[in-house]
């Protein structure tokens, strides 16, 4: 390890007891993406990770977001864990813009092990079903909403700068987008992560490890199953010689998802996702946050015709949305 913390979170560890006092760990900076500083630090023949939102993200655009949504990263952590034990992290100490936890740093990512043609649809169908655990366990919880009534930074950092921001690109889609942001914006089902992406997913031994739930919402689950089947398919461009494994991990993590839903009509929840599907491939190349491993123009094209074509003509189940993938 190399590097220093910056002395906020360096009092941050010596207040929860996790630092000595007069005691300067070496701390590693690790890939944060766009909205976070996360160190590795080194403490006493052990070491954690620490987290730090950012006011302003790390993009081309401008975007900023509240940094309160750390704490509700935080909760979203806790509540998921009690649900489905062993899911995340373990939770070390808490403070208004940062947290500790455990380090898990021999797992290997998910999005890893797909670039790498490691693909195993049995573990996609056990994201999917893990997911659907713990949306099934916040389901119609008047108290788990009122936690998660984060209305403000669920559009800050998911609905602006994914649908709204590609609306105002593709002015021809632009009622689309809005009626489907509205619709999210107004659909409260469960407590929702976010950004379930592979990226966010670490391969544990005993199943899949969620990360990053700094977009915490008590709001609609079908954005976490569309958000993440979403990257399934644009992996198929970044790397078409693994396609067909790509989709039958798509069709594993649909029907894990699927088998468990039991709060809402299955059927409902899975044509919510399927319309939002096409918005948020489309946002992924035109959006505040595109996806870095889309270079070519040719693979941008193929996926905005693929997403204009069902924001045209919306799909009613997502068998419709691989259907129109496979015809691209």
Known sequence: MSGSLPEPVLAFLRAHGLLAEGETPQAEPLPGGVSSEIWRVGLRGRSIVVKRALARLRVAERWEAPVARNRYEWRWMRVADAAVPGCVPRLLAAGEDLFAMEDLGALPLWKHELRDGRIEPAFAHAVGARLAAIHGATAGRAEVAREFATDDNFRALRLEPYLEATARRHPRHAAALAALAARTAATRRALVHGDVSPKNILV????????????????????????????LLLKCRWKPQHAPRYLECFDALRAGYLEAVGWEPAAALEARAATLLPALLLARVDGKSPVEYLVRDEDKDAVRRVAAG???????????????????
């Open 204 to 231: 544990g031994a005993r199943g899949p490890v969620f990360l990053d739930a700094e977009c915490a919402w008590y709001g609609d689950p079908a954005f976490d199953l569309a958000f993440c089947l979403n990257h």
């Open 310 to 328: 069902l924001l045209e003509r919306p799909p009613a189940a997502l068998a419709d949305v691989i259907a129109a993938w496979r015809g691209s």
